[in-house]
């Protein structure tokens, strides 16, 4: 059971779902890996083109990451009005606890006008925190 955030920006709907990944982490050395799993659904009327992707990341000792990179997973989605693409990625802190937000780039394919999407800002805690 992990955290739930979602936005809508230029009829782009994007929802986001983590998860800590205790087998994967390694709390004594301060390595506390989260995944998230992230929908876009585009409800506009045009097909639109994730071009690039922008990271906020943010732990609780303040400090502060940022990550940009072309597409997402290695991938540029093509989503046509209606269509969903989904899929899963992870972060690792030093700390049980942060969150992240951030930025897609997309393009319009009819007149190639690009616009940015917002990521809603998401926790990543370790659940053991929340007790």
Request: glycine residues 6%; negative net charge.
């Amino acid at each position: 059971m992990g955290t739930q955030a979602s936005k809508v920006t230029h009829g782009i709907h994007i929802s986001v779902d983590t998860k800590f990944q205790s087998e994967h982490s390694v709390v004594n050395h301060q390595h506390f890996l989260f995944s998230y799993h992230i929908t876009i659904e585009n409800k506009s009327e045009y097909t639109v083109k994730l071009i690039s992707r922008h990271w906020d990341i943010f732990d609780s000792s303040s400090e502060h990451s940022e990550v940009d990179g072309e597409g997402v997973i290695g991938e540029q989605p093509i989503l046509e009005p209606g269509a969903v693409f989904e899929y899963e990625s992870a972060c690792s802190l030093t700390t049980d606890m942060g969150k992240m937000s951030g930025t897609y780039m997309m393009e319009r394919l009819i007149d190639k006008s690009r616009f940015h999407v917002a990521i809603p800002e998401f926790e990543l805690i370790v659940p053991q925190r929340l007790n």
